[in-house]
């Protein structure tokens, strides 16, 4: 199983442009997140979808929308970049089962906004 | 509104020595925490969870320990090696799938 995968890795974008992140999972889980995590903080949530055809807003969803294309896919996208987006994205799934709710991450997504 | 923070942001240890991490919590109406570890570089990875109804709960080499009472939240990291260095990010759950995660605090381990 690979897991959480995310693309892409690095990506470097001018102020205005656009882009979407990719993030699929291969564990059948219900539940995907988006997050930020800027430097020395904490991750915040941006999105979340409780199952597949559900999405809701989490901390900070100004400046984003997200897709919940099926179940294994979560899609982030950024319609106009600002410098303030400039951070580590990272996208996580899990399943709520009798030990807990553990979320499994993917490694990331570096974006840069000049 | 919510905040879960930590107390330290860097923690120094020499090796072979017991971790203590310490995280506050604001609000208590949340189902369980959990603590994650997170590697430069890399996305956090789930090290151990309690339940809110909990007191203590052990793991391999870790130990969380809950106090409801003044909203307190610890991982005690035993004979902490060179691989325990990274940041440790507590997490507060609430409704299943709402997490809330604090700033995290750098655990340095000296050989």
């Known amino acids: 199983n690979a897991g959480v995968t995310q693309t892409p890795k690095f990506q470097v974008l001018k102020t205005g442009q656009s882009m979407t992140l990719q993030c699929a999972q291969d564990?059948?889980?219900?539940?995907m997140y988006w997050y930020r995590q800027d430097p020395g903080m904490g991750l915040r949530l941006i999105y979340y979808?409780?199952?597949?055809?559900?999405?809701d807003k989490g901390e900070v969803p100004n400046g984003y929308n997200v897709s919940r294309l099926n179940k294994r896919e979560f899609s982030l996208r950024l319609e106009s970049a600002a410098p303030s987006q400039t951070s580590v994205y990272f996208c996580?799934?899990?399943?709520?089962?009798?030990?807990?709710?553990?979320?499994?991450f993917g490694p990331g997504t570096r974006l840069t906004v000049l | 509104g919510e905040s879960v923070g930590l107390h330290l942001p860097t923690l120094s240890v020499q090796e072979g020595d017991n971790s203590i991490i310490n995280c506050a919590y604001s609000?208590?109406?949340?189902?369980?925490f959990i603590w994650y570890k997170q590697e430069s570089g890399k996305g956090p990875q789930f090290i151990i969870d309690?339940?809110?109804?909990?007191d203590k709960r052990q793991g391999q080499r870790v130990t969380v320990l809950l106090n409801k009472t003044v909203k307190h939240l610890s991982l005690q990291i035993a004979a902490t090696q060179p691989g325990d260095s990274a940041v440790y990010f507590c997490?507060?759950?609430?409704?299943?799938?709402?997490?809330?995660f604090g700033s995290g605090t750098k655990l340095n381990v000296k050989p």
């Open positions: 996580a799934s899990s399943e709520q089962g009798a030990s807990g709710n553990e979320q499994f």
């Open positions: 564990m059948n889980h219900n539940s």
């Open positions: 979808s409780a199952s597949e055809g559900t999405t």
């Open positions: 609000n208590s109406a949340s189902d369980y």
């Open positions: 309690i339940r809110s109804n909990m």
């Open positions: 997490a507060e759950i609430k409704n299943f799938n709402k997490f809330y």
